[in-house]
């Protein structure tokens, strides 16, 4: 099992950046898949952002141009740029590592499985 802490979370107005930060341990094997997910209030968890072993990247439309997923492996830590932020993307945002195949994490309605591995959140306010 991975441990995963998030931070970098905050509060925003619309149009602003934050950078969340994911440290993983133990190292995770290169094969993995490491991904970003959102869960707003009363809705479903959903994929924002997902890293995998060969180094692709693949978005959700919603945040497709405005965010931006990378690693550093010598930090063993995952990041999450996010600029122009909107009020939409209010939420608790989670890092996640899973095994292949890392396209089913951003598909919608994939909220984890018992293969996923999760940190405890870190919450994004942006107001208008």
């Known amino acids: 099992q991975v441990q995963l802490v998030e931070s970098g979370g905050g509060s925003v107005q619309a149009g602003g950046s934050l950078r969340l930060s994911c440290v993983a341990s133990?190292?995770?094997?290169?094969?993995?898949?490491m991904a970003w997910f959102r869960q707003a209030p009363g809705k479903e968890r959903e994929g924002v952002a997902v890293l995998d072993g060969d180094g692709s990247k693949t978005y959700a439309d919603s945040v497709k141009g405005r965010f931006t997923i990378s690693k550093d492996n010598a930090k063993n830590t995952l990041y999450l740029q996010m600029n122009s932020l909107e009020p939409e993307d209010t939420a608790m945002y989670f890092c996640?590592?899973?095994?292949?195949?890392?396209?089913?994490?951003?598909?919608?309605?994939?909220?984890?499985?018992?293969?996923?591995?999760w940190g405890q959140g870190t919450q994004v306010t942006v107001s208008s």
């Open positions: 133990p190292k995770t094997y290169q094969s993995m898949c």
């Open positions: 996640a590592v899973d095994i292949p195949p890392c396209d089913r994490l951003i598909k919608p309605g994939y909220g984890g499985s018992w293969s996923t591995d």
